[in-house]
């Protein structure tokens, strides 16, 4: 089964024509689906929108929130209520064309983990466009995974992505970087990209700031999650080292009588360069014991968290077993982030 994941957020007028839309597409491809709408606190009639399509089709079904939580948490709670092998994730605004679903579903049939969809021709003011392809070189920089289109809403993926990758925050356009880091395979599919017809668009440009937020905590969570002392105690080594330089430079000028510093003219407990020095050794002190406090964290939670992903097992006869309907590739594997139960 595909199970289809759309958060919603004041989109009533979209609902039923995508509605429409998707049906026709599995009906002519012959898809076993299920709809998952998430309403994510909207002011409009999208909640009333969805409570008639599912009244209408036994496939459909609706999420409500009691707030806006945010796309993330919206994603999650549809993965969590989807029963689908597949799972595809669309905006509600109709710019995505569910008519591209049979490719996304033929890309995962070459072997591919993840789809995500390319956007390559825009339907979107320069003011979004600009920010989000700056944003994705970004990405692609700072991860290694070259995807063009990161921002992109229709993605599919099969189940076990989600059964090890934990959304929370902004993460949602981080999925297929987490995937990677976990070892799945990942790709990308040029779609078509509609202009919107209805509302208007939820982008801003605090969006760009928080997403490069996020594009940090990515970055070290793929990177140094097991290791933290790595990073902060290499930037903690060297403000230490360098502050240390500064010191026994100024306390061999002290020794060797020199009351000031001879191209300046400033006496040598009055020099800003010393207590720069002596500021450098502590930052230095505070890198290392953040660094050691990581590591004592992760020693905590080491029988908890996995840092593997097993995709294939061998049984007791020595023949090869594949995880069966609904099971994690790795049963012993935790989430990306979160301890195992």
């Not at 710019?95 to 890309?107: S, T």
Request: aromatic share 8%.
């Amino acid at each position: 089964m595909l199970s289809i994941v759309i958060p919603v957020l004041n989109e009533a007028p979209s609902l039923a024509p995508l509605y429409h839309e998707i049906r026709e597409v599995a009906a002519s491809q012959g898809l076993s689906i299920e709809v998952i709408f998430i309403d994510d606190g909207s002011t409009d009639d999208s909640w009333d929108a969805i409570c008639r399509l599912a009244a209408a089709d036994a496939r459909v079904r609706g999420l409500r929130f009691r707030r806006n939580f945010g796309k993330a948490a919206a994603l999650t709670a549809g993965v969590d209520e989807a029963v689908g092998e597949l799972i595809l994730t669309l905006d509600a605004d109709l710019q995505d064309d569910p008519h591209e679903i049979p490719r996304f579903l033929a890309e995962l049939e070459n072997g591919l983990d993840v789809v995500s969809g390319w956007k390559k021709v825009r339907r979107d003011p320069w003011t979004k466009v600009l920010p989000s392809r700056v944003f994705n070189w970004m990405v692609r920089v700072v991860t290694g995974v070259k995807l063009h289109d990161h921002n992109c809403g229709m993605k599919c993926y099969r189940r076990a992505v989600f059964d090890e990758v934990r959304l929370y925050g902004e993460l949602h356009r981080f999925v297929p970087v987490l995937a990677a880091a976990r070892g799945f395979r990942v790709g990308e599919l040029v779609i078509q990209h509609r202009p919107r017809r209805f509302g208007r668009s939820k982008y801003g440009g605090a969006r760009f700031v928080k997403g490069f937020l996020d594009l940090l905590t990515v970055a070290f969570l793929t990177r140094y999650r097991e290791r933290p002392q790595h990073v902060f105690g290499t930037v903690g080594l060297a403000a230490v080292g360098l502050g240390l330089l500064g010191v026994i430079g100024f306390g061999l000028a002290g020794l060797a009588g020199a009351a000031t510093i001879a191209a300046a003219g400033v006496p040598l407990l009055l020099n800003p360069a010393l207590y720069a020095s002596l500021g450098l050794v502590l930052f230095g002190g505070q890198m290392l014991a953040l660094g050691i406090l990581g590591e004592l964290i992760v020693a905590q939670h080491d029988r908890s968290l996995r840092t593997f992903s097993i995709l294939d097992r061998t049984d007791a006869a020595g023949e090869r077993v594949r995880p069966g309907a609904g099971e994690s590739p790795d049963a012993d594997a935790a989430s990306f982030a979160t301890p195992s139960r």
